[in-house]
């Protein structure tokens, strides 16, 4: 028969709490100097660690002036730019998050009811400056379906190898200032070199290493450069070896899964009715990617899967960007393989510029130069929404036109913003310690968020 | 028109629906606005991808347009709603006890254009300073200008 009485020394606590691993520890009385009077045996048992003190975790009942409303930001290095938070604990833990944004707020969309859709890129461009090519791409796919135009296949091909490549690039940014906000320094260093590479094939091919204002509206503004498949196949060659690497550095490692599994958990019916998108949505298990839902630039012939998380936890999260490298690498791949021939962009000279050396033997080319460049082309009244997979979720543009040379509105649909708001409810209830973790996890840009 | 647009073009009579660019778009009037929204999240769109609105200054009756885009995972559907509110007060019903997650936008909305969302728990202002004067996405909000004077550079002849 088993013992029926219940010692409270040896009560299993099925609650982790600072200094609560081992409640049978017991310190030798080695090198122990006589208790003193104000030492009673119940405050060394605390202080050793052996009366558990969790009444800061469970009870409401304290007096409201428990509570501390603690500001962190706009100016903090693991708000990922100028978000501010304001954060209402109670103890360690955190009760209530408001989110504070708008300080990188430069009215994006009113400038770009100032440029004509030519100029359009330029603006959106800086938006999500982690992913321009998706910023550049939504707003390019909206003005054709407005102006009901098609790409040539060498175009849309280009559209995909861009964005895909940027999706490493921004997912590696994603996750070295994630590692680095745990304090995993070395992810930060390994995430920032390798995507240097990619950012070296970036300015090559448009001259710039971010803010590209490459996809344009009737195709891209230029070719790729000479010896491209060199560059990409190097690529290709090195990112597996390095993707293995940050799974031996991350995958296994106890800090690693202490700091993010269970931590900041989103699950699937909170990140759609909080709209989110995204890696943040796929890592709660929901299986939506807009490149396979409502394919564009012909990214439906193209093979990959969509990796899908279980937890939704910051974890999970973690993972899903990783994996999602893989097989963005896969789509660059298949692109590289299967680049089709002609030109990369269209031959309406209406919309895209003649070529330089037309300008100088055809007077119509000289003309349409000349009109695209001062007033640029006229696109017919209607609207449409246009959304693309971004690194950070779905990046739609909303266009407006009314006939004129210039967007009578343009809004962007950005996927930080909506997923931001979800920050408050992942981070209810949760420790101090683990905000950094969530907000880094959750990937937003302040550019994207404010616009 | 897939069944579900069928279905709710039946339940709701004064709704005029219309293609734009091969997308459904359902011109709502500002009374219905909410129950559409209610309805068209019972038969199956689940997310409230965005909320945003269009300011036609004198181009239409009434001047601003609100727009939100519902999206469907379940049937991979987009529909997107609008409707017409005056200039004078324009106010229509806040969706966010459908859906929390149109309160930063609908937010924004109300910081852009000053249209006023009933029943939102928190409309402020979210990306301009709080004692901002004016509704910047308004067409009558100047863009205004920062005067630059070139009187120190040299005559080039």
């Known amino acids: 028969m088993s013992d029926e009485t219940n010692d409270p020394q040896t009560e299993v606590v099925d609650l982790w709490v600072a200094g609560s691993e081992e409640p049978q520890f017991q310190p030798t009385d080695e090198g122990a100097q006589e208790i003193s009077a104000g030492e009673t045996p119940d405050r060394l048992d605390a202080q050793f660690g052996r009366v558990i003190d969790d009444d800061y975790l469970f009870d409401d009942d304290v007096a409201e002036d428990e509570r501390v409303i603690v500001n962190m930001g706009p100016q903090h290095p693991s708000t990922h730019g100028v978000l501010r938070l304001e954060i209402e604990i109670e103890g360690e833990v955190i009760r209530r998050t408001k989110p504070i944004v708008g300080y990188l707020h430069t009215g994006m969309e009113k400038t770009a009811e100032q440029l004509t859709f030519g100029q359009g890129p330029t603006n959106v461009t800086r938006m999500d400056y982690l992913a321009p090519f998706h910023g550049e791409l939504a707003y390019s796919l909206a003005v054709e379906k407005l102006l009901d135009i098609e790409v040539p296949p060498r175009a849309a091909a280009i559209r995909v190898l861009m964005t895909e490549l940027n999706r490493v690039t921004s997912h590696l940014v994603a996750l070295a200032t994630n590692g680095m906000d745990i304090g995993a320094l070395s992810m930060m260093i390994y995430g920032f070199r390798e995507r240097e590479s990619i950012l070296a094939f970036f300015e090559k091919t448009t001259g710039l290493r971010m803010n590209h204002n490459y996809i344009r509206p009737g195709g891209v503004v230029a070719d790729l450069p000479p010896g491209w498949k060199d560059d990409v196949g190097g690529i290709l060659k090195d990112f597996p070896r390095r993707l293995d690497q940050y799974d031996d550095l991350l995958k296994e490692n106890p800090i690693w899964l202490s700091r993010t599994r269970d931590v900041g958990v989103i699950s699937s019916e909170e990140a759609i009715a909080f709209s989110i998108t995204g890696p943040a949505l796929r890592a709660a298990g929901v299986d939506w990617d807009l490149r396979k839902a409502f394919p564009y630039s012909g990214i439906e012939n193209y093979e990959f899967e969509v990796p899908l998380g279980e937890n939704g936890d910051v974890y999970d999260r973690y993972r899903v960007r990783i994996d999602e490298m893989w097989e963005s690498l896969k789509i660059v791949e298949q692109v590289m393989d299967a680049m089709p021939k002609g030109d990369y962009r269209v031959a309406d000279r209406k919309i895209t510029p003649p070529p330089r050396a037309r300008i100088d033997e055809s007077m119509e080319a000289l003309i349409h130069h000349f009109k695209l460049f001062t007033e640029g082309f006229k696109v017919p009244p209607g609207e449409t929404y246009v959304a693309v997979e971004s690194p950070r979720g779905e990046l739609g543009c909303y266009l407006v036109s009314d006939g004129e040379a210039t967007p009578y509105r343009m809004h962007t649909r950005a996927p930080s913003f909506f997923n931001l708001q979800a920050l408050p409810m992942a981070m209810a209830d949760s420790l101090m310690a683990d905000t950094v973790a969530t907000i880094a996890s959750m990937d937003p840009v302040m550019g994207d968020v404010d616009r | ?157």
């Open chain 2, 1 to 157: 028109m897939i069944p579900v647009f069928e279905t709710l073009s039946g339940q709701f009579d004064q709704v005029v629906w219309e293609q734009s660019h091969g997308q459904d778009v359902a011109r709502v009037p500002a009374d219905d606005w909410y129950a559409f929204a209610e309805a068209a999240k019972g038969h199956g769109f689940e997310v409230c991808a965005d909320v945003t609105a269009v300011d036609w200054m004198r181009q239409r009756p009434d001047r601003f347009e609100v727009v939100a885009n519902l999206l469907s995972m379940s049937l991979g559907a987009r529909l997107r709603m609008s409707t017409s509110v005056g200039r004078d007060e324009p106010t229509v019903a806040s969706l966010t006890p459908l859906w929390p997650g149109a309160g930063f936008a609908e937010r924004e909305v109300f910081d852009m254009f000053g249209i006023n969302f009933e029943e939102h728990p928190d409309l402020t202002r979210i990306l301009m300073p709080d004692d901002w004067v004016g509704h910047p996405l308004r067409k009558d909000f100047g863009v205004g200008s920062v005067p630059v004077q070139f009187k120190a550079s040299h005559q080039v002849d």
